[in-house]
């Protein structure tokens, strides 16, 4: 009789984790090991979340306001393109952190807050460069030079779709502020009822 030979079989190490941050709602997403080390997995399902989608839109307006928004000629346009710039690499890295779920690495850094904290500042400055974009490229001295030159409506696209990603930033603040109130532990208040005799009452 022959001997039955002997098979390997690879299996892929599949763990589920909750990476929404989605008011109210719990997605279950599915992380494969990297090979790299236990801690960490590979969790391209946080792209699929509100979350992961807003990140990746605010990645796409960035690339468009940069883009619509050079060469730089104007100070206020390059202080416009100093911010995109700041946050699509803020962005990127933290589409790193979630794609390669790098958090289980460093557990005792407040992620969220630090998260809730940058993208909120985010917002401010995506609003206020974007406004002052628009509105020094309709300036009478800036107007006309920058038509002469070609880069006038190029200046205002970049100006409308800064305003775009501030929106995406806000929309990020706010589940990002509704996943840091709903993880704080909730309080309960204990009533202890008064024992002193009322004195209407006793005879």
Same mark, same amino acid.
């Given at each position: 009789?022959?001997?039955?030979?002997?098979?390997?079989?690879?299996?892929?190490?599949?763990?589920?984790?909750?990476? +929404?941050?989605?008011?109210?709602?719990?997605?279950?997403?599915?992380?494969?090991?990297?090979?790299?080390?236990?801690?960490?997995?590979?969790?391209?399902?946080?792209?699929?979340?509100?979350?992961? *989608?807003?990140?990746?839109?605010?990645?796409?307006?960035? *690339?468009?306001?940069?883009?619509?928004? +050079?060469?730089?000629?104007?100070?206020?346009?390059?202080?416009?393109?100093?911010?995109?710039? *700041?946050? %699509?690499?803020?962005?990127?890295?933290?589409?790193?952190?979630?794609? %390669?779920?790098?958090?289980?690495?460093?557990?005792?850094?407040?992620?969220?807050?630090?998260?809730?904290?940058?993208?909120?500042?985010?917002?401010?400055?995506?609003?206020?460069?974007?406004?002052?974009?628009?509105?020094?490229?309709?300036?009478?001295?800036?107007?006309?030079?920058?038509?002469?030159?070609?880069?006038?409506? +190029?200046? *205002?696209?970049?100006?409308?779709?800064?305003? %775009?990603?501030?929106?995406?930033?806000?929309?990020?603040?706010?589940?990002? %502020?509704?996943?840091?109130?709903? +993880?704080?532990?909730?309080?309960?208040?204990?009533?202890?009822?008064?024992?002193?005799?009322?004195?209407?009452?006793?005879?």
């Amino acid at each position: 009789m022959m001997a039955p030979s002997e098979t390997s079989v690879q299996t892929t190490n599949t763990r589920k984790t909750d990476t +929404s941050h989605s008011v109210g709602v719990k997605v279950t997403t599915k992380a494969e090991s990297t090979g790299i080390t236990d801690n960490l997995e590979l969790n391209p399902w946080y792209f699929r979340t509100v979350p992961g *989608i807003l990140k990746l839109v605010q990645l796409l307006f960035a *690339i468009i306001c940069m883009g619509c928004g +050079s060469p730089v000629v104007t100070s206020y346009t390059n202080f416009f393109m100093f911010v995109v710039a *700041i946050y %699509f690499i803020v962005t990127l890295v933290f589409c790193i952190i979630y794609f %390669f779920t790098i958090k289980k690495l460093l557990p005792k850094l407040p992620w969220l807050l630090i998260e809730l904290g940058t993208t909120a500042v985010g917002t401010v400055l995506y609003f206020i460069v974007a406004v002052v974009q628009l509105a020094a490229t309709n300036r009478k001295d800036y107007h006309y030079a920058l038509y002469h030159h070609g880069y006038y409506s +190029s200046y *205002i696209a970049a100006g409308c779709f800064g305003l %775009f990603n501030f929106v995406a930033y806000a929309a990020g603040t706010f589940f990002l %502020f509704m996943e840091w109130k709903d +993880s704080k532990p909730a309080t309960t208040t204990v009533t202890i009822p008064d024992s002193t005799p009322n004195p209407t009452n006793s005879h």
